[in-house]
């Protein structure tokens, strides 16, 4: 390639791979900074660790803690802990949980921070994690007694 | 390079292919789709409404397949400056258009049942839409730009520069917090689907690929004909004018 | 399919129908080209003929 079009070419080649390296590494950076607004939720550790004001709103993530959910009276107001293992908050929620909501289950929360009490809750959703499988399977494991959930497996 | 990107040849040899690809699209499709709706079995947690993921995962998949591809094709458009690069990209466009909408539809009505929302703007559902942009704004240059050779130059940049978002999206589930899951298929550790799940999530790939390759082939030989269209009725009007 | 269906239905029905959409109207512009092509062409024969 010592023509004139095959220097003009590699040329071309140059000008893209340099561009196209400045352009991630600019949005590399952009991105990095901007790591906090980008997440979704904090987990329990997190929120312990930065000090949010009291009254702000922010997601909060992790898992259900194991018998730590209950009701009110009203049937409308629930109590449940989340966890990630390391941190537990205590978290208080008037409203309708999805389906998929359950001890052991992941969940992102929406509310404020709530210093002097449990954190309010306004919106709940269930996160699913990555696996599927059909309930004869499940049930056959747990049968066995060998079934464990994969959040939890991740957890310990 | 030059020989195979003849454009004669290739539409000669694309020809060939694209009836075969139409026939496997057809059968895998049906198999699949059919297969991932009534015959697989219904998941312990989410019942029926993970069948979504049969249409939902391939469509998501392909509409980063096929911004890779128009970026890649972008890349020896800019280098090797063949046309056929260019129209190649540009026959995928709307095909990757309608994957993502499919995507970002199929996985709404996937998360009223099983998050309880149908939007959030988390990385990956925000970065998926923003691929959808990036297609329309790749199409709107098409549209937009008169002069073919300057229209060509301007799409493969916003290709190349719209690849940057292909591993935000690719990897928004690993880099940060989302309540959309990490990757269930390609994971170390092996699929997080049982045998009976996977298996027709597989089928309904391999027909969405097919596909692809089947539309971007037809709408390529349409872009091929219609620059051979372009150049017979300037050869016409001048014969013309010569007669006349 | 149960309390589901309203979710899971409309999925496969809009991914059926635009796939469709798009694979038809793909097929036939490459189609209506080609027609096109063979007009002009033929045109050209006959004036290069009457040469």
Redesign the interface.
Known sequence: MTTRAGKR?KK??YL?LTS?TV??LA?GLV?TAL?DS??????PTELKERNFADGQRIRL?GLVAEESFSKDADGLTYHFDITDGAETVSVVYKGS????FREGQGV?VEGSINQHGPFVAT?????????????????SLKKRGVFRH?EEEESI | MHKFANPARFLRISKMITPWCFFLTIVTMVAGLYWGLFIAPEDYQMGASYRIIFVHVPAAHLSEICYGFMAVASVVAIIWKHPLADQSARAAAPVGAVFTALALFTGSLWGKPTWGTYWIWDARLTSELVLLFLYFGYMAVWEAVEDRTKAARIAAIVALVGAVNLPIIKFSVDWWNTLHQPASLLRAGGAGLHPDMLWPLLTCILAFYLFFVTVVLWRIQSLIIRRQIRGLQIRLAEEERANG | MGEYAIFVWPCYIVTVALLTVLCFSSWKNKNDDEKKLEELKNQMNELTKQD
């Open positions: 070419k071309r080649l893209v196209m352009l991630v949005v991105l790591q980008i997440s979704l939720f904090v987990d993530g949980l999805p389906d998929l992102v919106e709940v959703l269930a996160k699913h994690d990555e696996n599927y499988m059909p309930k004869e399977v499940v049930d994969a």
